[in-house]
């Protein structure tokens, strides 16, 4: 039972929308023809000065396809002919008028499909341009050489084509004019907002404005036909059409045109005489000629007033799209204009930096929330962004009022004209806080892994370390002793006592060095980049392992650069690498015969500037599947290696912005090659 | 000092233990003799000189051990003592086995250092005695007449005059006779004295 309800009730909504609207338009029609009856026909009975239903046809066709226009077409003939049997017109006529009805709706929309394409029309002044041009010059011209007829075949002389034709031609132009906008802008355009109930008022206000301003210029200007004021009467609506375009757009332009349209016709048909020839048939046109010039520029007007507020709301909605997508995406938007000095910026630029958000915006606020270390900078990179042709960026804290320090990306660029050079200064904020966090706990973790391993190296050296202290306390504590002995003696030789305590002098030095380049590997600080002589590291690592080497049978070719530019760097690191890579290579060596086991340490400047070390073994070199993989984490072909030397090496060499490799020699063995950037001021030097 | 010509040979690579070392030893009353390197000593130093050998273990090229083993195969016996910086059993444990006389961990203190020479240098005297023995034994021996070298190695055999008189085909009076002119040109005194003698020397006793 419900089903076949529901199918009844589908099948009724669908002859409902089918034959509902065709229906509709048809009552519409009825009633169009009604309303210019009683507006006021001319004195042949036919011609109405104002004729709706050709407008309410036109209207329906355009909105739906042409293939359904027959049905409405159907529609509107019983309207038209019980419309115009009620003013006694003979069938003949009664069927030439409704043609001719029928083709103007027809061509009207037609044309508009084809060259003016989809609504809305009257938000758009090329759009409404075309409505004009179709509907209330082109079209009503062409079939008004058929509508002509129409007065002729109810007896009307032939001579008189000229006359009907013009009729014809201004009351359908008058029609598309002052009721095809109104009526296609609310049956069409569902895109323009909803007024709010003031301004329904105020559109109320104008409207009644409008209707009393009309009828009693139209009243007064009877009398004042010898005066001359009669322009100046017709006139007297317009500031209201203006007003009503101005507030309303489209719909308060045509509106008004409506409005205006059919009291001064109603008035001219039923009131005193308004032009001073003398039949109304005249008087009508000549208000027709008015009305059809008045209307044209006041509709465009209407289009225009559209489309600028239809630009400016676009523009809004853009701006105010991407000060959300800003905000949301933790990103402030700002302006400077470096003219006028004008500070702009979006509330949570001005958040950002704990600006309330009606506080005068200038360098120097800004300056004040940002940490007074990183100002200058911020400072250097706004005038990099002004004078350059780059944009500039910067990243920078910012403490805000609570003592929260935050991290700040901020990237600028300078608009320029060719008059004055750079004009604004615009960009963006962002905070960076949560990278920055990020990336200070990966450094710190790997600054840990790094010190770790460093450990395990010393761990490693221990031996070899205990044999480099070992040496001087040897020599001091043999040197000591040797004094007491000579001291001892009756005759003592204080001279060889004096030389003793020079010995152990320095050989307190050499041990509190050895101790000191232990206690550098073993430390953990903050990293701190200086100028690094990596010759100096190389010899300085060399006396670290000193005893290693020798206790490893390893003899040592050093070929160190003359001049070689200072690098830039953490020595700690630096030296890390190096023992790592001098230890790699010496690990290499181990399975070959002693005497073939030469260890080349070199350096050079490249020809790019950089500062290049090699430590070469004559092992047996890399197979072809470590290659790939020496520097990932754990991997090892070492029995006891934790495989993460390589990687950390890998990891303080890139974390100086400089590159580690590790090839195969051409004559065997394998070669480390790590090139670090020279300091800039020392490679120029050079 | 030169207290019966007795020189310390110290090898060690690092120059402030060299110099340190030499410079205790002379204030101990010891000569010394210093190479920084095994080449060095191996080319120059004199191995007629009385004297003990101090060799650092851990050295480029050639290490302590390998020194000593050059050392040995040059045909030059000397009482070694090593020190070392890392000192490891196996290390020490070869060294010794090697035959020598101590093997020491630096910072070495003066006296365990100085005991240690001492010790090389009684153990040198010793061998040097022994060796003086030997040679002149090996020259006594030489003054021996066929028959009484004969006898010499029956002596120290063990056989009885009447058993060796027998043995060589003869009687026991001309064996007493060859005996005691053998004893009193070997210069010892009693039959305990020759076969100690005799076994340094490496001779055979006669066995039958």
């Known amino acids: 039972m419900r089903t076949s309800a529901g199918r009844f009730q589908r099948a009724l909504d669908r002859f409902i929308s089918d034959i509902g609207k065709p229906v509709a338009v048809a009552a519409a029609y009825f009633v169009g023809a009604e309303i210019a009856f009683f507006i006021g026909t001319l004195s042949d009975r036919i011609f109405a000065p104002f004729w709706p239903p050709n407008i309410v046809l036109f209207c329906a066709l355009v909105l739906v396809p042409p293939r359904r226009w027959w049905l409405y077409i159907l529609a509107a003939f019983p309207a038209h002919v019980i419309a115009e049997l009620g003013i006694g017109m003979d069938i003949w006529q009664l069927l030439v008028a409704f043609a001719t009805n029928v083709l103007v709706a027809v061509v009207n929309a037609a044309a508009m499909q084809r060259f003016v394409g989809e609504p809305p029309w009257f938000c758009d002044v090329r759009k409404t341009w075309l409505y004009v041009l179709i509907t209330a010059l082109a079209s009503p011209a062409v079939v008004g050489l058929a509508g002509a007829f129409v007065p002729i075949l109810g007896g009307g002389l032939l001579e008189d084509f000229g006359v009907h034709w013009t009729q014809w031609f201004a009351s359908n132009s008058l029609a598309s004019l002052a009721l095809g906008p109104l009526v296609l802008i609310l049956l069409a355009d569902t895109s323009l907002p909803s007024v709010p109930a003031l301004r329904t008022i105020e559109a109320v206000v104008i409207g009644a404005a409008l209707v009393v301003v009309c009828t009693v210029a139209f009243e007064v200007s009877a009398g004042t036909f010898e005066s001359g004021f009669l322009p100046a009467l017709l006139y007297s609506p317009l500031p209201l059409i203006l007003w009503s375009a101005v507030r309303f757009g489209s719909r308060g332009a045509s509106g008004a045109i409506l409005i205006v349209s059919a009291v001064l016709i109603w008035r001219a048909l039923n009131g005193p005489s308004l032009f001073i020839a003398g039949d109304p048939e005249t008087n009508v046109f000549a208000l027709q000629v008015f009305l059809i010039s008045l209307a044209i520029p006041v509709i465009l007007l209407g289009a225009a007033v559209e489309q600028a507020r239809r630009a400016e709301r676009t523009t809004r909605d853009s701006e105010e799209q991407i000060s959300f997508a800003a905000t949301s995406a933790n990103i402030g938007l700002w302006q400077h204009n470096l003219i006028t000095g004008d500070f702009w910026a979006t509330d949570h630029c001005r958040s950002m930096f704990g600006l309330p958000a009606n506080a005068a915006l200038n360098w120097e606020a800004i300056g004040n929330a940002v940490h007074a270390d990183d100002r200058d900078m911020l400072k250097d990179a706004m005038r990099t962004a002004i004078y350059g042709s780059m944009p500039a960026e910067c990243e920078f804290r910012v403490v805000l009022a609570g003592g929260e320090t935050r991290w700040m990306a901020a990237r600028a660029h300078a608009a320029h004209d060719d008059e004055h050079g750079p004009v604004q200064l615009s960009g963006l904020v962002a905070d960076i806080t949560e990278r920055k966090t990020a990336e200070h706990q990966i450094e710190m973790q790997r600054r840990e892994l790094a010190h770790l391993t460093r450990v395990s190296v010393v761990g490693e050296l221990s031996g070899a370390i205990a044999h480099e202290l070992n040496q001087p306390l040897t020599a001091i504590l043999a040197n000591a002793q040797a004094s007491q002995r000579i001291l001892a003696k009756d005759a003592p030789n204080l001279a060889d006592v004096a030389s003793a305590l020079d010995d152990i002098e320095q050989a307190s030095s050499r041990a509190g060095e050895v101790i000191s380049r232990v206690r550098r590997l073993l430390r953990k600080s903050e990293s701190r980049f200086e100028l690094v002589d990596v010759n100096e590291l190389f010899r300085s690592t060399l006396k670290l392992l000193h005893s290693e080497l020798i206790a490893r049978r390893i003899s040592v070719s050093l070929d160190l650069a003359e001049n070689l530019p200072m690098a830039i760097g953490d020595p700690v690191e630096l030296q890390q690498v190096l023992l790592n890579l001098v230890m790699n290579a010496s690990d290499a060596m181990s399975s070959i015969a002693t005497r073939k086991r030469l260890l080349s340490l070199t350096t050079r400047t490249t020809e790019e500037g950089f500062v290049e070390g090699v430590i070469s073994d004559q092992g047996r070199g890399l197979a072809p599947d470590q290659q790939g993989r020496l520097f990932q984490p754990f991997y090892t072909t070492k029995e006891h290696g934790l495989g993460l030397g390589l990687s950390i090496c890998s990891t303080i060499i890139n974390s100086h912005g400089g590159d580690l490799r590790i090839i195969n020699n051409e004559s065997g063995g394998a070669r480390a090659v790590f090139v670090l950037p020279a300091h800039k001021a020392m490679a120029a030097a050079q | ?208």
């Open chain 2, 1 to 208: 000092m030169t207290e019966g010509g007795f020189t310390v040979f110290l090898v060690d690579d690092d120059a402030d233990v060299l110099k340190a070392l030499a410079r205790l030893l002379r204030a101990s009353g010891y000569d010394s003799r210093e190479f920084a390197t095994p080449q060095d000593f191996l080319r120059e130093h004199d191995a007629s000189l009385p004297g003990c050998a101090v060799f650092d273990v851990v050295m480029p090229d050639l290490d302590g051990l390998e020194l000593q083993q050059a050392l040995t195969a040059s045909g030059v016996e000397r009482p070694v003592i090593f020190l070392t910086g890392r000192g490891d059993i196996p290390t020490s444990v070869r060294a010794m086995k090697a035959g020598a006389v101590d093997f020491l961990t630096k910072p070495v203190n003066a006296d365990a250092f100085l005991a240690a020479i001492d010790h090389a240098r009684e153990q040198e005297s010793r061998e040097r005695e022994a060796r003086a023995e030997v040679v002149s034994f090996t020259a006594r021996l030489a003054t021996l007449t066929p028959r009484e070298r004969q006898v010499l190695g029956h002596v120290i055999a063990g056989r009885l005059n009447k058993q060796i008189a027998y043995d060589l085909g003869t009687v026991e009076k001309t064996i007493k006779v060859h005996r005691s002119r053998m004893m009193e040109k070997m210069g010892v005194r009693s039959l305990a004295e020759l076969v100690r003698m005799a076994e340094r020397a490496g001779i055979q006793a006669q066995h039958y």
